[in-house]
């Protein structure tokens, strides 16, 4: 069974740096794309960032040269460093990973369990 975990969340003041990881394990061909979500309360999940297998990326505009996604293709992960927080980045940030199950089959999404990032003003 495919898993996405996450870690990496907590309170930060604003201005600081914070940084997420996401590692996906169990048995599985390959991983496609990668991103991170968030979704503050009372607002729909939103895409922070994305990342290919071939390191092309994409931000969000409300992110973009604040925040910096990699991948370790060896070790399953995707990273989120996140610089210059501000109180309107406080969500829970999900990890997504489009994974292809084995040789052959469609992919499937999946979403890690999600953790908190607070920051305080």
């Known amino acids: 069974q495919v898993q996405l975990v996450e870690s990496g969340g907590g309170l930060v003041q604003a201005g600081g740096p914070l940084r997420l990881s996401c590692a996906a394990s169990g048995r599985f061909f390959s991983i496609n794309v990668m991103g991170w979500y968030r979704q503050a309360p009372g607002n729909q999940r939103e895409l922070v960032a994305t990342?290919?297998?071939?390191?092309?990326?994409n931000y969000a505009d409300s992110v973009k040269g604040r925040f910096t996604i990699s991948r370790d293709n060896a070790k399953n992960t995707v990273y989120l460093q996140m610089n210059s927080l501000k109180p309107d980045d406080t969500a829970v940030y999900y990890c997504?990973?489009?994974?292809?199950?084995?040789?052959?089959?469609?992919?499937?999404?999946?979403w890690g369990q999600g953790t908190q990032v607070t920051v305080s003003s």
């Open positions: 997504n990973a489009h994974i292809i199950r084995q040789r052959g089959l469609m992919v499937n999404y999946y």
């Open positions: 990342i290919t297998s071939d390191n092309t990326t």
